[in-house]
């Protein structure tokens, strides 16, 4: 055994694809990046560019500590179209916090793909109404869309969940 099972779970959460990065990993000192990190970091970096994953490295997060593990365990969950609700589950998230997480992430500038999740909980006929709203509407604002929305019978997850796409698909 080269590497306990936390520290694989880790390297398959955090994607190290430097040396430096290895060794941040919990359980992996320079003597184990020194002995079997290239075999490791080929892998993963092999990995990463067929998947088109975004590493830490990849991301400017604008926090400290755990927060910025938490952002970007979303993002990598995300890219590996996890459902929402899972995602909030596996950290420990309401879906409230998890939307806060995720906006706070795309208002930063980083592109989020939830397609697959607004595929699953809309059709494409509400899709186009929400598209419609927020191409004219001269605010972002999730209250006042619920206003002048609310004969579309919105519920406010809904449009914040399309606010991200949108966010990130007009604006990043």
Do not use: C, W
Request: proline share 1%; aromatic share 8%; glycine share 4%.
């Amino acid at each position: 055994m080269i590497f306990q099972d936390p520290s694989l779970e880790e390297m398959a959460t955090v994607y190290p694809t430097t040396r430096d990065e290895l060794a941040q990993i919990n359980g992996v000192g320079m003597g184990k990046v020194a002995k079997f990190g290239a075999s490791f970091l080929k892998l993963i970096s092999n990995y990463v560019e067929e998947n088109e994953i975004i590493t830490a490295s990849d991301v400017v997060v604008k926090s400290s500590g755990t927060r910025s593990k938490v952002k970007i365990s979303i993002i990598q969950q995300v890219d590996r179209k996890i459902d929402l609700e899972d995602i909030a589950s596996n950290l420990n998230l309401s879906m409230q916090e998890l939307l806060q997480e995720i906006e706070q992430i795309i208002y930063s500038g980083t592109k989020l793909n939830i397609n697959y999740y607004i595929e699953n909980i809309m059709d494409e006929e509400r899709e186009d109404i929400l598209h419609d709203y927020f191409m004219t509407a001269s605010s972002d604002n999730i209250r006042l869309a619920m206003e002048e929305l609310e004969d579309e019978d919105f519920a406010e997850e809904e449009i914040r969940v399309y606010r991200i796409k949108f966010i990130s698909d007009h604006a990043n």
